[in-house]
């Protein structure tokens, strides 16, 4: 299985597309398309985004969600240029509000959501990394909370990370602004896998591979069942998943995985 490659653009061209679409064998790749700005969080990429994430919500043809990245950065956080021509407080809370709902878009979205991270992911860009379901990093890529360097705590940034990682890791993070390379990344659990440049879309499409295996409405369920439960106390958390689990098995789905396996055969699943 190969990732679909992104649409293409001439590089010289003023209005390039913020976001770039790409689909094939159930994969959906949405690459950010600012590599001049390092993929800044602008207005118009947030925007996007959103629609995108909204569109492939519904769409059952699509199985896996790649979020990529054009150029040498992954994603530097929010675009400050953009930012400091409306300085108002109203305007800010949108900014930030908007971003904040794509991240919820990623966590609600039925199918899960790969980050590809090809090089640096800082402040909105390294939230944009914890925010996803999974992560595969190239062994150059490099993650920072850096915001604090510039006087901004990055608040929202702390929300994912805080959930990804240690309590003290995510907090050494947020208040040092220090860099960390990408097999520290996977260390502390800000991302899964880690190859080299060369193979990272390989790494990618594998890991996609494994999940378009499996059958979708169950991944769905699955999905929503996880992030559930992480919001609840523990005895609710098992009130909820024993639910969930009870009407998983009475799908027909189930019925015939467990069939096949007490039969020593594959099971034969609706594509």
């Known amino acids: 299985m190969s990732l679909p490659a992104p649409e293409r ?13 790409a689909s094939a ?49 992954f994603c530097a956080g929010h675009d400050l240029r953009q930012m400091q021509q409306r ?20 966590r609600q979205l039925p199918q899960p959501v790969i980050a590809r ?4 992911a800082t ?8 925010a996803c379901d999974l992560a595969v990093a190239a062994d150059c890529a490099r993650f920072a909370a ?61 890991l996609a591979a494994a999940i378009i295996a499996k059958p979708a409405g169950i991944v769905a369920a699955g999905k929503a069942l996880f992030y559930r439960q992480q919001e609840m106390g523990t005895d609710a958390a098992y009130q909820l998943a024993v639910q969930a689990m009870a009407v998983n098995v009475m799908d027909p789905v189930a019925q015939e995985g467990i069939g096949a396996f007490l039969d020593k055969r594959k099971p034969r699943w609706a594509p």
Request: glycine letters at 8%.
């Open 25 to 73: 064998a159930g994969v959906l790749r949405l690459t950010l398309n600012r590599p001049q700005q390092y993929n800044a969080l602008s207005e118009e990429l947030l925007a996007a985004l959103r629609a995108a994430l909204d569109a492939a919500a519904g769409d059952p043809a699509v199985r896996v969600v790649v979020l990529a990245a054009s150029g040498p950065a």
């Open 9 to 21: 653009h001439p590089a010289d061209e003023p209005a390039a597309a913020p976001l770039l679409q």
């Open 117 to 120: 991270v090809q090089g640096l």
């Open 146 to 206: 850096s915001g604090i360097d510039i006087g901004l705590f990055c608040a929202t940034p702390a929300v994912p990370l805080s959930r990804n990682l240690g309590q003290k890791q995510a907090f050494e993070l947020l208040f040092t602004g220090e860099f960390i390379d990408a097999a520290s990344a996977r260390e502390r659990g800000l991302v899964n896998r880690v190859a080299s440049a060369e193979g990272l879309d390989d790494a990618v499409a594998a």
């Open 123 to 130: 402040a909105g860009g390294c939230q944009l990394v914890a």
């Open 87 to 106: 300085p108002e407080l109203d305007y800010y809370r949108w900014l930030f509000g908007e971003c904040a709902r794509v991240v919820r878009q990623i």
